[in-house]
């Protein structure tokens, strides 16, 4: 079993859709999460840090869940240019470790 | 503007041949990281180094080797190319070692 798993989609939805994603993780001792975009053919990208609060920028709302082990990514108003694949990030271990869940896919259409 | 570049864009190497991939950022980071990514199996740590002349393995260090002379500067070293090890090969740097990642374009790499 891998330590962080997502959904990998593909999800296609209208503009104008939500859409959530999840992301599970195995270790209890996971201390920091992310979330990262990547774009067809591109690098990964710092989207959002996923605070015990939740937290919220703009269209997009991250919620860590840690008795559940699981973090979730709500993207509201979707536009086509948010279309990518959206990489769930575990760290552990004071920041040595770092996991990488293998994405999920994001299709929204006209 | 934060920038990482990597050597290559695109690689195509022979089976046994020495392979260097190079990374170069220019933020002053203390951390820096080669991954690579395959589909379906998303960014797997292969090193890193959190200082000059530091290496630490990361999950799948086997077949790799890393040299870090200077601080900005981190290259992978593939000893003897093999055909499994054909992949997109990414490079990363943060200032902090749980903060944002830097990520550079990446090296699609092809061994025949």
């Known amino acids: 079993r891998k330590e962080v798993e997502q959904d990998p989609g593909p999800f296609n939805v209208p503009e104008g859709a939500t859409v959530a994603f999840n992301c599970t993780y195995s270790?209890?001792?996971?201390?920091?999460f992310f979330w990262y975009r990547q774009d067809c053919r591109k690098e990964p990208k710092l989207l959002m840090s996923?605070?015990?609060s939740g937290n919220e920028d703009g269209r997009f709302t991250a919620q860590l869940n840690r008795a559940s082990q699981y973090i979730s990514l709500l993207i509201r108003d979707s536009k086509l240019s948010d279309s990518a694949t959206y990489l769930c990030?575990?760290?552990?271990?004071?920041?040595?470790?770092?996991?990488f869940g293998a994405g999920t896919r994001l299709f929204v259409k006209a | 503007d934060v920038k990482v570049t990597q050597s290559s864009r695109y690689l195509v190497k022979r089976t046994g041949e020495k392979v260097f991939l190079e990374c170069v950022q220019d933020m002053d980071h203390e951390n820096m990281f080669w991954y690579r990514q395959d589909p379906g199996l998303g960014l797997r740590l292969i090193y890193f180094?959190?200082?000059?002349?530091?290496?630490e393995k990361g999950d799948i260090p086997e077949g790799y080797s890393v040299s870090r002379e200077k601080k900005e500067r981190f290259s992978l070293i593939l000893e003897s190319a093999s055909t499994n090890q054909t992949s997109m090969y990414l490079c990363a740097s943060s200032l902090s070692r749980g903060g944002e990642q830097y990520f550079g374009p990446g090296t699609r790499l092809t061994v025949t």
């Open positions: 270790n209890s001792a996971s201390q920091s």
């Open positions: 990030v575990v760290k552990r271990d004071g920041g040595f470790k770092t996991i």
């Open positions: 996923v605070y015990s």
């Open positions: 180094s959190y200082d000059v002349k530091m290496k």
